[in-house]
């Protein structure tokens, strides 16, 4: 059961006086008190884990939690890059296919808005959902006349149940609202996820090892608030002992004299200026309490869970703007891990733009082929990488040169 938590709200009594007793005689201030923080669930910020709804819950986190959702954000918009097509084929048939792919994009999405990017649009939801359910499911809807595609619905994959036909193939189904299943044209159907499990057709889901330790941010940040109100700010404690009772006094009047010993000075705190003096018996002593004096001890607890948080995202910290001292040479090799991983993951990409595309030129007896691409990130260390091909280049001009090698040996360590 996973819930995540919302303190209830804070209140502070107001100061009093007593004259019961004597040892309930003298004012106070007492400090603020919280009550239990709120774990039931009906709270916009909670969340209640069953099993039987993981696409809704992993949503929920990538929705809700910060770190979860920059992480998701940081995937997509890494993968999701400017994108275009190339059509091979003759000429006529080329112009007929972006006719035809013009056509589909106004169309193809879904979601009628008057989009005349759907393609886009539709890869973007692919990365999106890819990065938090680790799966995409969808199927094509086609026009009554059956000569082109009408629309693209998105199937929920966790509806999807894979079986094994008799020849070890294994064929999905979609669970319909009466939890029976239905067989799915494979010509209509597409489906892909990001990791490849033979022994699990459905995909591994990426953020399978988060929750666990989502859970503990959370509890850590409710625990952090509840510290900060409690003792997060320095506060001066002013304590005044009481004088002794004079000879023949009785209770009330010294109730009545140590008050107003107590309220001058409480005054003098109050109305004390920056360049101010405080003048009192030896009675009166001043000490700051609270203040941040856990508060490194929380940093560095909190920021080892992140850290746990983003590797399960499979991210650095530093793309999240969370490096420690990382050496550029590092982050060198891990941009260039990060960028294969982008590589990978956008071929999937574009796996769903082609097909889309294909069976729509198929379907409209065109007979070109497609080619969906996406534009490569910016690479921060070009300048480096620039200059380590021109240093490469002229070594082999001087093997060359000395005749250590031939030109089409040259040729081939160039890949020529």
Not at 172 to 192: A, K, S, V
Request: charged share 25%; aromatic share 10%; net charge neutral.
């Amino acid at each position: 059961m996973f819930r995540f938590l919302k303190p209830k709200a804070i209140r502070s009594p107001s100061p009093r006086v007593s004259l019961k007793s004597s040892s309930q005689a003298l004012r106070f201030y007492p400090s603020s008190h919280l009550t239990a923080p709120l774990f039931g669930e009906g709270s916009p910020n909670s969340f209640s884990f069953s099993g039987a709804n993981r696409g809704d819950f992993y949503r929920f986190l990538r929705d809700r939690i910060p770190i979860v959702s920059s992480g998701i954000w940081t995937w997509v918009h890494l993968c999701a890059t400017r994108q275009n097509y190339e059509i091979k084929g003759d000429e006529s048939a080329i112009r007929q296919a972006q006719v035809l792919i013009r056509d589909l994009q106004r169309r193809v999405h879904p979601r009628k808005d008057g989009d005349v990017h759907g393609l886009e649009r539709l890869t973007e939801s692919f990365f999106l959902e890819l990065f938090t359910l680790g799966r995409f499911a969808a199927q094509v809807h086609l026009l009554p006349d059956r000569s082109g595609i009408s629309h693209v619905e998105m199937i929920d994959p966790y509806r999807l149940f894979w079986k094994k036909a008799k020849d070890g193939r294994l064929l999905p189904y979609l669970e319909g609202d009466n939890d029976e299943l239905h067989t799915i044209q494979p010509e209509l159907f597409f489906h892909r996820t990001l990791f490849s499990d033979l022994s699990q057709p459905q995909g591994v889901e990426p953020l399978a090892s988060i929750p666990f330790v989502i859970e503990i941010e959370q509890r850590m940040l409710d625990d952090m608030a509840r510290s900060s109100h409690h003792a997060g700010t320095p506060r001066l404690q002013v304590k005044i002992t009481p004088p002794a009772a004079n000879s023949g006094e009785d209770r009330k009047s010294y109730h009545s004299r140590i008050n107003r010993y107590f309220d001058r000075t409480i005054e003098q705190f109050q109305n004390l200026q920056p360049d101010d003096n405080i003048f009192t018996w030896s009675d009166v002593e001043v000490e700051v309490v609270g203040g941040p004096a856990n508060g490194e001890s929380w940093k560095l607890s909190r920021e080892q869970v992140i850290e746990d948080v983003i590797t399960g995202l499979k991210l650095f910290p530093w793309v999240l703007g969370r490096s420690h001292g990382t050496t550029k040479n590092w982050i060198f090799a891990q941009y260039n891990l990060l960028m294969q991983i982008v590589d990978s993951v956008q071929l999937l990409g574009g796996d769903f733009a082609e097909w889309l595309i294909q069976l729509e030129l198929r379907l409209r007896g065109n007979p070109c082929s497609v080619d969906w691409q996406f534009t490569p990130n910016q690479d921060p260390f070009i300048v480096e990488r620039n200059r380590a091909k021109l240093m490469n280049l002229e070594r082999i001009d001087k093997m060359v040169q000395a005749g250590y090698i031939s030109k089409d040996q040259a040729k081939r360590e160039l890949g020529v």
